[in-house]
């Protein structure tokens, strides 16, 4: 992660009309700058809040863990509210971002092509939420303390990976290669309860033995118990 001094906070929020002789890849050079300090204040504020819960931290600590002014903090975000909402929503891209085209809802044509999305999705997810433990403990537990609207964000979530994840069965109904009588809605409220139990058990106990053994079943419910005979 890039450190930042006083002398870069001034740079960066410096106003400046450019001289004739300024270059014109100048402004660009800075926006980049400014992007890439936005980026990092955000993964500190995101390590911080993880480590010491939401209400414990305060802009000083996101501030001075990155070495810039309280100034530049308030250029970038309002307030630390306002820095926790971007937060969730960097995780939440990652997470959605993790399917991918190649794991797209419809991206499956046989229960082969289906069985090989779900070992991918399985591998990302355990990338992103148990290989890193900060991100569920953000998710299940200091932020859904913070307020009533953001505990109706991390819920909408929730309605997010259960309108997936019966995207994907509708899917392999439709065509044929998983059972015809399932239930799809409430198949895939059960599988994401398994994931978030999943994520629990690898927080409590990350050994990476026991959290193979664990997706492996979860894999298997996934194929061999809504699959068609």
Not at 4 to 30: E, F, L, W
Not at 83 to 102: C, F, K, N, P
Not at 209 to 224: P, V
């Amino acid at each position: 992660m890039t450190h930042h001094s006083v002398y870069d906070d001034c740079i960066i929020g410096q106003v400046t009309k450019p001289s004739t002789g300024t270059p014109r890849n100048a402004g660009s050079a800075m926006q980049r700058r400014k992007a890439e300090l936005r980026r990092d204040i955000i993964d500190t504020a995101f390590a911080c809040f993880a480590e010491k819960g939401y209400h414990a931290t305060g802009i000083a600590d996101i501030a001075g863990r990155l070495g810039i002014g309280h100034g530049t903090f308030y250029r970038y975000f309002t307030n630390k509210r306002d820095i926790i909402d971007h937060v969730i929503d960097d995780l939440s891209t990652r997470i959605i971002e993790a399917l991918g085209t190649e794991n797209a809802p419809d991206a499956a044509t046989t229960l082969d092509e289906y069985r090989a999305q779900i070992d991918r999705i399985g591998a990302a997810l355990t990338r992103i939420l148990v290989e890193d433990r900060r991100v569920a403990q953000l998710l299940l537990f200091h932020a859904t303390g913070i307020d009533d609207e953001l505990t109706a964000r991390l819920y909408g979530l929730l309605d997010t990976a259960d309108a997936l994840t019966a995207g994907y069965l509708d899917h392999g109904v439709e065509l044929g290669y998983l059972r015809t009588d399932l239930d799809t809605a409430n198949t895939a409220r059960a599988v994401t309860g398994m994931l978030l139990a999943a994520i629990l058990h690898g927080l409590r106990r990350p050994e990476e033995s026991e959290i193979t053994a664990l997706n492996q079943a979860i894999r298997r419910l996934l194929i061999d118990g809504v699959r068609r005979d």
